[in-house]
């Protein structure tokens, strides 16, 4: 069935630093990509998308491309801040029949002032 | 402005009590979710109900039903808690196809 891996561990870094969260999925058909975003005490968030090969999703200055090729959809970004501190969930969805979501264990992200 | 909606935020239940958690969304979705959260484990999928009317397994459903009750509403219920039932439970609606999931704010249930 589908599924979604994410790099294992907790990523900390300073502010300011370059991030990156890798990625990668198996699927049977031309899913959508997701990233989700979850900050203490909440439930998840859509941080970005892409629907279909070579799309860039991006937003608060993260961004995902999603390579068909190497079935990857890794999440980047320049700078971060002390207020990107957070859980990382990347996800996919197939969208046949009932639309199932498939999410990978999702990363914490420890940004350091 | 409201989304998805659960209650109650926070539970503590004995083992043995039942109890359901409630979800509704005011998106006129047709998709509903719910999903439990543990430490290192991800979301692991429960229920799912693609449409009124339908229910169907996810990848950890023992212990646990469902009802949709209506196109807004989804519970989901634990006839009898378990200790291994704590967990924190997100309830989420998907609209039209690939398009993305809107989740609750959680429900983080102890059972003792």
């Known amino acids: 069935g589908d599924s979604v891996t994410q790099m294992e561990g907790p990523v900390t870094l300073s502010e300011e630093a370059f991030l990156t969260i890798n990625c990668t999925y198996t699927a049977t058909g031309y899913p959508s990509l997701f990233w989700y975003v979850q900050y203490p005490g909440e439930g998840l968030q859509l941080l970005l998308k892409a629907t279909k090969a070579d799309d860039k999703g991006s937003n608060k200055g993260f961004e995902a491309t999603y390579r068909k090729e190497t079935t990857s959809f890794h999440l980047e970004k320049g700078s971060v801040q002390v207020s990107d501190s957070a859980v990382y969930f990347c996800?996919?969805?197939?969208?046949?029949?009932?639309?199932?979501?498939?999410f990978g264990k999702g990363n914490q992200v420890v940004v350091i002032p | 402005n409201a989304g998805v909606t659960q209650t109650p935020k926070f539970q503590v239940l004995k083992t043995g009590q039942s109890m359901t958690l409630q979800c509704a969304q005011d998106m006129n979705h047709n998709s509903m979710y719910w999903y439990r959260q543990d430490p290192g484990m991800g979301l692991r999928l429960i229920y799912y109900?693609?449409?009124?009317?339908?229910?169907d397994k996810g990848e950890v459903p023992n212990g646990y039903n469902v009802s949709r009750l209506n196109k807004r509403e989804f519970s989901l219920r634990l006839e009898s808690a378990a200790p291994s039932q704590t967990s924190v439970y997100f309830c989420?609606?998907?609209?039209?196809?690939?398009?993305?999931?809107?989740f609750g704010q959680g429900t983080r249930l102890t059972v003792v």
């Open positions: 989420a609606s998907v609209g039209t196809v690939n398009t993305e999931a809107f």
């Open positions: 109900s693609a449409s009124e009317g339908t229910t």
């Open positions: 996800a996919l969805s197939e969208g046949y029949g009932n639309n199932r979501l498939a």
